[in-house]
């Protein structure tokens, strides 16, 4: 069983910083990818970063030199530092990551259960 735990959202006013954080425990090979992904209401998720195990990432454009993604691989850990946040921002924020669950088994995603953040006056 693999499960995902998100913490850090929040309501913050506009310019404000938020740091979430989501822990990966349970039984797993590997991980090899761990990122972030948004889902404001009425519209679809999408991603906004990714990192790998490596330490490679990648942003989307909406949130590039505002949030910075970082992992600490020992802790099964991703982090989102957000600053500069706007109102468009605010989103249920969800995170998953990539692994296999042993050495032989094929790639599987798992998704936490989300943290909302909102960013008003």
């Known amino acids: 069983q693999v499960q995902l735990v998100e913490s850090g959202g929040g309501l913050v006013q506009p310019g404000g910083s938020l740091r979430l954080s989501c822990v990966t425990s349970?039984?797993?090979?590997?991980?090899?990818?761990m990122g972030w992904y948004r889902q404001a209401p009425g519209k679809q998720r999408q991603m906004v970063a990714l990192?790998?195990?490596?330490?490679?990432?990648n942003y989307a454009d909406s949130v590039k030199g505002r949030f910075t993604i970082s992992n600490d691989n020992a802790k099964n850990t991703v982090y989102l530092q957000m600053n500069s946040l706007k109102p468009e921002d605010s989103a249920a924020y969800y995170c998953?990551?990539?692994?296999?669950?042993?050495?032989?088994?094929?790639?599987?995603?798992?998704w936490g259960q989300g943290t909302q953040v909102t960013v008003s006056s």
């Open positions: 349970g039984s797993f090979f590997r991980l090899y990818v």
């Open positions: 998953n990551v990539l692994l296999k669950r042993t050495v032989v088994a094929t790639m599987s995603d798992y």
């Open positions: 990192i790998t195990s490596d330490g490679s990432t």
